[in-house]
């Protein structure tokens, strides 16, 4: 089969590669579309050391069942899926606990950060257990659903918030997961939506996509700012979906007493943190790792309507075509969301 192959940091090859081999608690499918993720492009210079060459990345992804492996059950060859970009354990103490992201020993599509490697979906064919896979919906495009992965990142970092309605929110980074963040905020009934970004044009797709309040986040006066529109006290959840010491603290520069700010963002392994800020003001600060069930409430989203996300992809492109896209979005060239791949 073709596929799209970080062969080393800074240089993709679109090759030929052998064919995926299941297992008998696997499928295989056949990819129809595949996103780039912001992590991916983080990934493919090595600054994040969780995508060690060579490997197939993309974890994003959709398609169509054309093997079943002996021990799958209730799948048939033909059905229209998407999958979990997390492979865990079903035996694992916090799978059973109802925390399969946190699961020892999982792996993730398309990451190999050292002790193991796991080949993504950049490519014709992809084998995937039975147990992370999601069927779509007749109304749910292939495309669409190449976005499920990371609209149910962006819940589950809701969901974790615990969001009550009329909460003032405010959501550092307007990229492709802060987008899905600001649409599900307001979903799920969240009062004033915040949006930072230290990109103009960023912060125009976050007031299309429903943000109350826009700022740029160079902006002197955005703590004064935010506080006028939150009673003097700053907000009651800040999101952080970059993962910069300069974001992180930034999150945590708005949030009120006793808020809550919740971690997304990933880019970078360390960052400084302000500890008497967080402890003075005994703030709850969480981490938001992937998915944990996310999947059917996303998908049944997209199929009524309720969550856009045609409105995110800037361009669909063969998957030949992929180290062209992965250097324009590594180089910051254009105003380019999300990029799907087709092979």
Same mark, same amino acid.
């Given at each position: 089969?073709?596929? &799209? ?7 993709? @090859? ?18 129809? !579309? ?20 060579? &490997?197939?990345?993309?974890?994003? /992804? ?13 799948? %048939? @060859?033909?059905?229209? @899926?998407? *999958? ?9 103490? *916090? ?31 992809? $084998? ?13 495009? *292939? ?35 802060? &987008? ?10 969240? =009062? ?18 429903? !943000? ?26 800040? *999101?952080?979906? @970059? =993962? ?6 930034? !999150? ?23 500890? %008497?800020?967080?402890? $003075? ?6 981490? $938001? ?27 669909? /492109?063969? &998957? ?24």
């Amino acid at each position: 089969m073709k596929a &799209l192959v970080l062969e080393e940091y800074n240089k993709m @090859v679109y090759k030929e590669v052998p064919d995926p081999v299941i297992s008998d608690n696997e499928v295989l499918v056949k990819v129809m !579309a595949c996103g780039i993720c912001g992590s991916d492009v983080h990934g493919f210079d090595g600054s994040t050391g969780r995508r060690i060459p060579p &490997l197939i990345m993309g974890h994003e /992804a959709s398609g169509v069942i054309v093997e079943i492996g002996k021990a799958v059950i209730d799948w %048939q @060859v033909g059905e229209r @899926v998407t *999958f979990d970009s997390t492979v865990y354990r079903l035996d694992d103490w *916090f799978t059973l606990k109802g925390m399969y992201n946190l699961s020892d020993n999982r792996e993730v599509l398309g990451v190999s950060p050292g002790p193991w490697r796991r080949n993504g979906a950049f490519a014709e064919y992809i $084998s995937i257990p039975q147990h992370i896979l999601h069927r779509i919906p007749e109304a749910v495009t *292939f495309e669409q659903a190449a976005l499920v992965e990371g609209a149910a990142v962006a819940l589950h970092a809701i969901n974790l918030a615990g969001v009550n309605p009329g909460d003032i929110c405010c959501v550092t980074g307007s990229g492709t997961i802060g &987008l899905l963040i600001i649409k599900l905020l307001k979903i799920s009934g969240a =009062g004033k939506v915040i949006a930072v970004d230290t990109s103009k044009k960023s912060l125009a797709r976050a007031k299309e996509a429903g !943000a109350d309040n826009t700022y740029i986040a160079d902006d002197k006066e955005l703590g004064d700012k935010i506080k006028d529109l939150s009673g003097g006290r700053g907000v009651d959840i800040s *999101f952080e979906a @970059v =993962g910069k010491s300069e974001t992180v603290n930034q !999150a945590i520069d708005v949030v009120r007493k006793g808020g809550k700010v919740i971690l997304v963002g990933n880019a970078s392994p360390l960052v400084q943190f302000p500890l %008497q800020k967080i402890v $003075s003001g005994e703030l709850n600060v969480l981490g $938001s790792c992937a998915i944990c069930g996310e999947y059917p409430a996303i998908l049944n989203l997209i199929n009524t309507g309720k969550l856009r996300v045609d409105d995110q992809i800037s361009v669909i /492109a063969p &998957l030949s075509e992929g180290a062209v896209w992965f250097n324009r979005l590594y180089n910051k060239e254009g105003d380019l969301s999300k990029i799907i791949l087709v092979p």
